[in-house]
């Protein structure tokens, strides 16, 4: 029977009636007394010299407040980056400033050169467009290839050029020239991981609110970490000391990785709002987020596998360009080192592997984490290489994979991570069942009969999670500890609310928190409220990306309520004249071992609150208790994915025919949620494959400014997917057992496509090696073209 509360039940998001019923807030529905509104004049070239600034037109129109420049912000901390890395050579990374405001130069179309304060919207728009502003045009730099050569233009006057830093991780140099030098077969593959942008549903909104009363400032913002944003705001930008500095973050609308940073418009109006002393607010439109928003991925890769006679790999190497844009985001720097080159081993026990990433400074939009964050780019150079070695060799593809999985665990990678548990083989066994593998030659055969090509493509994906732990982290450059925290608050009534580090913007954690702590303490969920999102009532915590949720900030919860439960024993050990060591908590009831004694969890936590009527000496009055979780060790969720397509041979048209994912979580806390989460990631590693891109031309200029050039995919380009997560290997150094899942289908779908595509393709007798992301219709009908 299915559970119907507590860990394990599929219960409906609570949080969904308040979304579906137009009752949420977010940031945008929050509107303050006398507040002003900020309109961002925007540069658009990608690489100018700012010759001249003329605000005095704008200045004199109707309900101007203020105009500021980059001459407001002289002496001000710029943008921080909250992640070092040390290069190859033992030097740290180059961390060019990144101003509030453009000084002296522009870097990227969208850098933002003044920002207009007005008493409405449209004043502040109609008073930018009075600003006079000259720009010496200068070469924009946007193919990395082309930024690195001697005499390209320099993206920072600063810099030597416009390396950030070259990146070399993994085993020695002798053990991998070994490997190659003596390989029977290798297979080499040079590929694009495409650029994207997030496109979450709810774009930027920044409030800034200032109390010259107690000289205290508030910042409303779409955030996913909150505490963060305050303490790199406040202590590296604006000099604010943490308990003068509030952020809230309401309700988001998705963030997808692009609201974790720290963004130049959330300073700025808290900047605002204190110098003109009224509430300074910024919203965001859907062309401005294409162009501020930090994009993700946008690598270029060749990497290299080793076999020896019997088709088992003994070596791997990768030459990875990584753009950071025209400024380094607040992780981008760790996104295609720690977060990606650590993945390179995939689910495969390859005994030497190295990794090397040259990050590239460019004339475009910084470029940091996206769904994923580094393990997509991974899984996508992996297995496409694994297909193309397998295709190569002519042999099977799943065989070549399970002939090489890890089987063993703990598992030791070269690439310095150790995944503690996991079963790749029974992925691929759920996998196999799923999909039908020995009907496919006749879904084939029905598929070239309308005239159509069909292909069946496979991957296998490992990812690593948590992102932690603190002194781990912190030995590779993370300039702030990633562990969480959680405060159980237990009514007098009995009622609990939980304050979370962890923030939620669309993961639910209003409904499977609660069902963690309620099965902990056999109550109802309905008693369980969570609190998040506000600095000034949640514990400090780093916020939610990674798929950390649960298996750290959730841990933080189990060890408070831990807590909770051992002074309620106490508490119930004395109301029933018994030794605390025999007390039992079962189903929302305390008992006496043994015994017919019992006393309620409503009785506990009244006598907490009112030890008169139960003498309670030796016990401090009060049910409340914070635990901080510090994880022993990154989570590693795995699986297996398969996709089937049809091809148009006459257009080149790709259109989804099935899909399955089977994937090993953990622990699963609420069903439900998790398969929606898979879903959601692999409608957008879909969109990835087959649909979106971010393209600049030669000049910088962003040609996919908006949703008339960027793709972005609908209902009827995703088929009814097939999930399953019932292959669940518990993690072994969380409380829970759970591993992380809201990142595992935008990882792991891309290759499937992009391996499903090449497989239509060469059994139809065009010899195709490799098609970029994403996999237009142009891109194959060009490939089947030769």
């Known amino acids: 029977m299915p ?354 990433v040259k990050a590239v400074f460019t004339n475009t939009v910084p470029v940091d984490a996206y769904r994923g964050a580094g393990r997509p780019e991974a899984t996508f150079q992996l297995e496409r290489l694994v297909d193309k070695a397998a295709r190569e060799l002519g042999v099977d593809p799943i065989k070549l994979r399970r002939q090489n999985f890890i089987e063993s665990f703990p598992y030791a990678t070269p690439v310095a991570v150790e995944y503690d548990t996991g079963d790749y083989v029974a992925t691929m066994d759920k996998l196999e069942a799923m999909i039908d593998i020995p009907g496919f030659a006749a879904r084939r055969a029905e598929s070239e009969a309308k005239g159509k090509l069909r292909g069946l493509g496979v991957n296998c994906y490992i990812e690593a999670c948590g992102i932690a732990p603190s002194n781990l982290v912190g030995q590779l450059g993370a300039r702030a500890g990633l562990y969480d925290a959680a405060t159980v608050r237990v009514n007098a009534t009995g009622s609990i609310s939980v304050m979370v580090g962890a923030h939620s913007h669309g993961q639910g954690h209003e409904t499977a928190f609660p069902q963690v702590v309620a099965d902990m303490l056999g109550i109802d969920e309905s008693m369980i409220d969570i609190v998040h999102g506000d600095t000034s009532k949640i514990p400090f915590g780093m916020g939610t990306y990674g798929s950390r949720s649960l298996a750290v900030c959730g841990s933080a919860m189990v060890c408070a309520t831990e807590k909770i439960i051992n002074k309620a024993k106490k508490i119930a050990a004395h109301l029933m004249e018994a030794s605390e060591g025999d007390i039992e908590l079962k189903d929302g009831q305390f008992t006496v071992a043994g015994t017919d004694k019992s006393v309620a969890w409503g009785d506990v936590t009244l006598a907490a609150y009112v030890p008169h009527n139960y003498p309670l000496t030796e016990i401090e009055p009060g049910l409340e208790e914070t635990a901080f979780y510090d994880p022993a060790n990154f989570t590693y969720p795995a699986g297996a994915y398969a996709c089937e397509v049809e091809v148009d041979p006459e257009t080149g048209k790709v259109t989804i025919e099935r899909f399955a994912a089977a994937d090993d979580f953990g622990n699963v806390v609420n069903p439900m949620i998790v398969e929606g989460q898979v879903h959601g990631g692999l409608a957008q590693g879909i969109g990835q494959a087959l649909l979106e891109s971010c393209v600049y031309d030669s000049d910088g200029q962003l040609l996919s400014a908006s949703y008339m050039d960027y793709a972005m995919p609908r209902a009827g380009d995703v088929p009814f997917y097939m999930v399953d997560h019932s292959c669940a290997t518990p993690c072994t150094h969380n409380p829970l057992g759970v591993k992380g899942c809201g990142e595992a289908g935008a990882i792991g779908s891309p290759p499937a496509v992009v391996n499903a595509v090449l497989d239509a393709l060469n059994h139809a007798g065009h010899d195709v090696a490799h098609i970029d992301m994403p996999v237009s219709p142009h891109r194959v009908w060009q490939a089947m073209q030769g």
């Open 3 to 356: 559970k119907d509360h507590g860990i394990g039940a599929a219960q409906k998001r609570r949080e969904d009636v308040r979304f579906l019923t137009g009752a949420g807030q977010y940031t945008d529905d929050i509107n303050t007394y006398g507040q002003a509104y900020c309109h961002f004049l925007r540069s658009d070239v990608a690489h100018g010299k700012i010759t001249s600034i003329d605000t005095s037109a704008a200045e004199a129109m109707p309900g101007v407040v203020r105009i500021f420049t980059g001459k407001d912000f002289e002496g001000i901390g710029g943008l921080p980056c909250g992640w070092q890395v040390t290069d190859k050579h033992g030097e740290p990374m180059k961390e060019p400033a990144h101003p509030v405001l453009a000084q002296g130069k522009v870097r990227h179309v969208g850098d933002p050169i003044c920002a207009v304060i007005a008493d409405t919207l449209d004043q502040a728009r109609d008073a930018a467009e009075a600003i006079e502003v000259e720009i010496e045009d200068l070469p924009a730099v946007v193919d990395m290839k082309a930024a690195l050569e001697s005499g390209a233009a320099l993206v920072h006057d600063d810099l030597a050029d416009n390396l950030c830093y070259d990146w070399q991780f993994g085993s020695d140099q002798e053990a991998v020239d070994k490997a190659f030098a003596e390989a029977a077969h290798v297979t080499t593959l040079e590929l694009v991981n495409n650029r994207l942008v997030a496109n979450p549903m709810e774009p930027r909104v920044a409030l800034g609110e200032y109390n010259r009363a107690n000289d205290e400032s508030t910042l409303y913002t779409t955030s996913q970490n909150p505490h963060v944003i305050r303490l790199l705001m406040g202590a590296f930008v604006l000099g604010i000391p943490e308990h003068k500095l509030r952020v809230v973050a309401p309700d988001v609308g998705g963030g997808f990785g692009t609201k974790i940073f720290h963004y130049a418009e959330e300073a700025f109006v808290t900047f605002a709002s204190r110098q003109i002393n009224r509430p300074v607010k910024w919203t965001s439109t859907r062309s401005e987020a294409f162009m501020s928003d930090a994009h993700g991925r946008d690598h270029v890769t060749k990497i290299e596998l080793a076999l020896d006679a019997d088709n088992n790999f003994i070596g791997l190497r990768t030459d990875t360009l990584a753009n950071m844009g025209a400024y380094l985001s607040t992780f981008s720097s760790s996104v295609p080192t720690w977060l990606h080159g650590t993945l390179m081993a995939g689910n495969y026990k390859t005994p030497a592997i190295q990794v090397n």
